[in-house]
């Protein structure tokens, strides 16, 4: 049996079924992930993994939006009571702080919906790359295992090396020449997965 059915840990015991591959909802690798199918998937068709962007991409936005949760109760008070701004009077920071509160949750809304909804999908059929441009637009490519030539791993840099994620690029001879799963946990294994697939495509 191809390699891809066994745990990847050193033991290589096989995978159970069950709550052990009950993926959780934030989660950004899901290997074989029960529960879980997508729009067109074929009836014979498998998810074997599931892929984001490693949560540690979103600490950018995240860092930003903690300090727009502070400035109303930092920077206003600070302004009030030294009135530097005279000519402003109570009522306006009173006004302007829940609208602020207002954007500062659409902005973290936005950016969460598309880290969580920009998603990669390798099944054993072929790959699909899912990539929301905004809220309202996606772009979504596939292709089919067969047309796959290389699969390569890039990883570079600190963070990447220490919170194990990296670019996968996947080169095919379809309409899509390449697809990129960026910044995605475990890259080596990713590859690793990937090919196995494409061997047992090969082998049938």
């Not at 306006?92 to 990669?120: C, E, G, H, Q």
């Not at 996947?170 to 090919?195: C, D, M, S, W, Y």
Request: aromatic content about 14%; proline content about 7%.
């Amino acid at each position: 049996m191809p390699e891809i059915f066994v745990s990847p840990d050193s033991s290589h015991a096989p995978i159970k079924t069950g709550n052990l591959n009950k993926p959780h909802p934030l989660s950004a690798f899901m290997f074989m992930p029960d529960g879980i199918s997508f729009e067109n998937q074929e009836p014979d068709e498998t998810i074997v993994l599931l892929l984001r962007k490693h949560f540690i991409t979103n600490l950018s936005w995240l860092f930003i939006s903690f300090i727009l949760l502070l400035i109303p109760i930092t920077f206003f008070p600070f302004i009030v009571i030294n009135n530097l701004i005279p000519q402003l009077p109570l009522a306006f920071f009173r006004l302007v702080t829940p609208v602020w509160y207002l954007f500062t949750a659409s902005y973290i809304l936005v950016n969460f919906l598309m880290w969580y909804f920009t998603i990669s999908i390798v099944t054993t059929e072929r790959i699909l790359d899912i990539d929301f441009i905004n809220l309202l637009n996606k772009k979504v490519a596939e292709t089919r295992l067969t047309k796959v030539e290389d699969v390569t791993q890039r990883t570079g840099g600190f963070m990447e090396a220490f919170f194990d994620y990296g670019n996968v690029i996947v080169q095919t001879a379809g309409a899509e020449a390449v697809f990129l799963f960026h910044a995605v946990p475990k890259p080596q294994q990713v590859v690793r997965i990937i090919n196995q697939l494409l061997e047992r495509e090969e082998e049938q």
